[in-house]
């Protein structure tokens, strides 16, 4: 059985960084190593939006609104798929999930307060 866990968030204030961690259990990381991860958010009353992806093949792709400011990375031999956030931004306050071929995690609470 396919699971995720996110780990990482926490509550910041604006500027500050934070690592997010996916790590993707009931899988081989050959096969891990086969597909596309993705990074979502969901914030309070509004809906859940991509925010980052990395291919199989390492290639990236950003929300445009990010200006830069996340890059997603992934350790296949690990199963684990990471979200480096800086410069955070009060808007970046959500629950951030990741995605694995339909199956989602339980999310990790990113607060950006001042």
């Known amino acids: 059985q396919v699971q995720l866990v996110e780990s990482g968030g926490g509550l910041v204030q604006p500027g500050d960084s934070l690592r997010l961690s996916c790590k993707v259990s009931?899988?081989?990381?050959?096969?891990?190593?086969?597909?596309?991860m993705n990074w979502y958010r969901q914030a309070p009353g509004k809906q859940r939006e991509l925010v980052a992806s990395?291919?199989?093949?390492?290639?990236?792709h950003y929300l445009d609104s990010l200006k830069g400011r996340f890059k997603i990375s992934r350790l296949n031999i690990e199963s684990t798929v990471d979200l480096q956030m800086d410069d955070l931004e009060l808007d970046d306050t959500a629950v951030y999930f990741c995605?694995?071929?339909?199956?989602w995690g339980q999310g990790t609470q990113v607060t950006v307060s001042s």
């Open positions: 995605n694995y071929d339909g199956v």
């Open positions: 009931g899988v081989m990381w050959r096969t891990f190593a086969t597909y596309d």
């Open positions: 990395i291919t199989k093949l390492g290639g990236t």
